[in-house]
């Protein structure tokens, strides 16, 4: 089974940026689709983007779309999620894990298995 680590979180102010990195310990991870989703407290986990095994396609939440920028590196078994322009309410644990199905739509967590231990992004005003 392929584990994935997210770091890269972090306290940042409003505005600012942080690039995160999910790490997976198994070269299999280049044919898979890979998601990045993210959790506040008291709230339901929540799609912010995906991309494709290749790296060409990627598909953003409208939260997301115009300031996150997903890539991958299958060289480094890495993807990572770019955060610019962040605001308060982008403060959630960040998780990236691995598609396994295609039964639901790619915004879907059940298509999705292999969580990290995710990383704390904070933004402040």
């Known amino acids: 089974q392929v584990q994935l680590v997210e770091s890269g979180g972090g306290l940042v102010q409003a505005g600012g940026s942080l690039r995160l990195s999910c790490a997976a310990s198994?070269?299999?991870?280049?044919?898979?689709?890979m998601g990045w989703f993210r959790q506040a407290p008291g709230k339901e986990r929540e799609f912010v983007g995906s991309?494709?095994?290749?790296?060409?396609?990627?598909y953003y939440a409208d939260s997301a779309k115009g300031r996150f920028t997903i890539s991958r590196d299958n060289a480094k078994n890495t993807v990572y999620l770019q955060m610019n322009s962040l605001k308060p309410e982008d403060t959630a644990v960040y998780y990236c894990?691995?598609?396994?199905?295609?039964?639901?739509?790619?915004?879907?967590?059940?298509?999705?298995?292999?969580w990290g231990q995710g990383t704390q992004v904070t933004v402040s005003s």
């Open positions: 198994e070269r299999t991870f280049s044919s898979y689709a």
């Open positions: 894990a691995r598609r396994i199905s295609s039964r639901w739509s790619n915004v879907d967590p059940r298509s999705y298995d292999n």
């Open positions: 991309i494709d095994w290749s790296g060409i396609n990627t």
